[in-house]
């Protein structure tokens, strides 16, 4: 026996399944509004990711170019104490003297220079002998 199930029409039957329509076309267009923002918004979190990465990088390109620069002002400061010791040693006038007497054999009135071998050349001289 099949029992036939009949559909009611009344007010109260059409006005609920109005209000299921219209519940459910809410329920699909909040789903699409959620869709679009949290599409919109993990947009805006991946690019504000990429620009955080790239700034990392470039920090850290930024701290190995400073590193680099500091060691070579610490030689460059260094390089200057050693010319400033120079151009000293160069305004001095015994300094000069002394360059003079070693490399151009000059000499003040009444002295006699002798050049004496090195020792590399003596040794070499009395093995050939």
Known sequence: MAKKVSNLDNDYISEKALRERRK???NRVI???LFV???GLLSILLL???VLLYQISVNNHLKEEHA????EYKQLQEKEIVLREKLKQLN???YIEK???SEYFLSNDGE???KLPDNKDSKSDSEGQ
């Open 24 to 26: 459910r076309k809410n």
């Open 31 to 33: 789903k699409k509004r």
């Open 37 to 39: 923002f949290g599409g």
């Open 48 to 50: 504000l990711t990429g």
């Open 68 to 71: 680099k620069q500091r060691a």
């Open 92 to 94: 001095s006038k015994e």
């Open 99 to 101: 360059i003079a007497r």
């Open 112 to 114: 006699v220079i002798f």
